[in-house]
Nanobody
Framework: VQLQASGGGLVQAGGSLRLSCKRT???????YGWYRQAPGEQRELVAD???????NYADSVKGRFTISRDTARNTVYLQMNALKPEDTAVYYC?????WGQGTQVTVSS
């Protein structure tokens, strides 16, 4: 299994970005997660989505971020709205104990 994350960038506070994570290879695992790691901080869970579509969010992003998936395209998305400077981090997707390469999100104030 390989994961390819994309969609990061530089955005002003209040702006939006959509991250994508495309999976290649087959697994028997269905849960996907988006994590982030800011400089000097531990990696933390941002959101995840189960096989049945149940979602879970960190308190800090509830109401602003939405995780979704396109099963036919083997892709998971993270729509990020109302971005804040504290959302600045490298974002990683995770699936079947595999990590994507990370995509940088920088939010300027």
């Amino acid at each position: 299994v390989q994961l390819q994350a994309s969609g990061g960038g530089l955005v002003q506070a209040g702006g939006s970005l959509r991250l994508s994570c495309k999976r290649t290879g087959r697994t028997l695992t269905f849960k996907y997660g988006w994590y982030r790691q800011a400089p000097g901080e531990q990696r933390e869970l941002v959101a995840d989505i189960s096989r049945l579509g149940a979602t879970n969010y960190a308190d800090s992003v509830k109401g602003r971020f939405t995780i979704s998936r396109d099963t036919a395209r083997n892709t998971v998305y993270l729509q990020m709205n109302a971005l804040k400077p504290e959302d600045t981090a490298v974002y990683y997707c995770n699936h079947a104990d595999t990590w994507g390469q990370g995509t940088q999100v920088t939010v300027s104030s």
